[in-house]
């Protein structure tokens, strides 16, 4: 019970002190004594007085990209968990029902049409929305198969479709102008985010993780054979339908701001069953704390290597891959 | 507690068995016997509302089964399916905790009185003693009993077991069979399955012998446990014998 507690606490703590190097790191380095004394004056109303590069930089700048990094961190490590959960396999990302897919072809159309951003945004999210329900609502009509089988292959099927018109959307697209937005938002960024991004996209991954908050212990019945949780008197369709929409929800505000940026959603929650151990009501906030500090450390030093940005996905990759192999090769228990 | 009349049962497009009736009373225990293939499993599914009933009815507490949800049924009826592939590291005790969930709000968690029931559950069949030990690292034969544990959870009135003594040694074959014989003594009615047709003479008090979908026999066991109809159930050579007064065995007699 105590090792838990220090398990959470290290997990904030080192959350802290991730958000503060976060700020005070870049281009325009700011010291501890500096950010304190910028917060002392918002608090107390008295901002006269200060650099005006300070405020715009934590402010402006830095601030809103630190949430961005948090939420999309946090939300796809929980859809993340979620999905491992539901469909028993330890190795599933919140990308599984073609999610990330559909939010990619959507923005890629909006960015292919030469929309403005909101647009693109608000492309992105319905795509990764219609995605998915097009995948369940196909998925769950084929009858006679095991329900969560059906629902993988379509997935998979689906996405190979909307792989392929993304991939002609590239061929057809302006190569100067929309290829290079294409290949950016393809591979995910968080250095354009605004503080409206923040406030759509917030709202929405709330209302996806109030349902998963509400039901964490019995998303645990999920991991039994379909049979067994029915047995147990649980509608087991119509959890998965709970389940599916509050993930969906969840990745899909994080893609339309961010783009896609893969391995958190797979990567965090199995590191964190591996503290933790599978019970979702435990597993749940560790994940979305190790998730929000893994998205934050990878932004931070996307901004910070090298003179030009890194995109983070390329950097979740990077670290992610030897990681989870070195998770893979410690972990003696099955999961 | 059971009553299944004229019951055809089956999958989608395909029937298994049909006109099985039989009833179950409280504390009672009737062992199905039969060949693989032959419809137990589907059988019981059915009985879960876990397949729809294809024609006839079954009755749960006096209610029909489509009056019924899900939470009515898991606390009407406990469920030990054949074996569980555990996917994550549950520890026992919140896996037989899972039993409470027909009895637990949607939005809330097993509180303290769930865990004592879930606690003397495991109590009861021996294995208190792995309660925090994760529910992949635990022997076939223990990891059964969990579901046994998680079943006794539920607190039904009817225990449905397919074939609870299929992955156990002798020892635990026998240690299940005396638990059956006391949770019906409890007066909780309990269905099983079982490939060894001792199990009949030993667990219930009637045998329903169940081939290619319909029923055979039924009645008590030692009424409808014979040379015959073993013979006919299985399609091999069986001797009944009787070893002592109300004791009866099933050897096979094999074919050189």
Known sequence: MNSRALTYGCALGGLLVLVLAAFAVGRYPVSLAEIFHLLQAKVLGRTEGLPANLETVIWQVRGPRVLAALLVGASLAAAGSAYQGMFRNPLVSPDILGVSTGAALGAVLGIFLSKGILLIQLFSFAGGLAAVGLVYGVGSRLRGHDPLLALVLTGVVIGTLLGSCIALLKYLADPYNQLPAITFWLLGSLAAIAPRDLAIAAPLALAGLAPMLLMRWRMNLLALPDDEARALGVDTTKLRLVVVAAATLMTASAVAIGGIIGWVGLLVPHAARLLVGPDFGRLLPLAMLLGAGFLLAVDTLCRTLAAIEVPPGVLTALIGTPFFLWLFALSRRPW | ?256
């Open chain 2, 1 to 256: 507690m059971l009553e299944v009349r004229a019951l055809s049962f089956g999958f989608p497009g395909r029937t298994i068995g049909r006109d099985v009736s039989f009833s179950l009373a409280a504390g009672e225990s009737m062992c199905v016997l039969g060949p693989n293939g032959g419809g137990k499993t589907t059988l019981f599914r059915t009985i879960l509302g876990l397949l729809p009933v294809k024609s006839g009815e079954v009755r749960l507490n006096e209610r029909p089964l489509y009056l019924l949800d899900r939470a009515d049924i898991a606390r009407a009826a406990g469920y030990v399916p054949q074996g569980h592939s555990a996917y994550f590291a549950f520890t026992l005790l919140e896996f037989v905790l899972m039993g409470r969930s027909a009895r637990v709000g949607a939005f809330s968690s097993p509180g303290r009185a769930d865990r004592a029931v879930a606690e003397r559950a495991l109590e009861s069949l021996g294995i208190a003693a792995l309660a925090d030990k994760p529910v992949t690292e635990v022997s076939g034969g223990e990891r059964q009993l969990a579901l046994v544990a998680r079943a006794l959870a539920q607190e039904p009135k009817l225990l449905v077991m397919d074939e609870p003594t299929a992955s156990l040694d002798f020892g635990n074959q026998v240690r299940v069979l005396e638990r059956i014989l006391a949770l019906a003594a409890t007066g909780i009615a309990i269905l099983f399955s079982s490939h060894d047709p001792d199990h009949a003479f030993l667990g219930a008090q009637r045998a329903l012998l169940l081939g290619e979908g319909r029923v055979l026999e039924l009645g008590a066991p030692k009424a409808v446990v014979r040379s015959d109809t073993l013979r006919r159930l299985y399609g091999v050579p069986v001797e009944v014998i009787e070893i002592q007064d109300d004791r009866r065995v099933c050897l096979p007699s094999l074919r050189r």
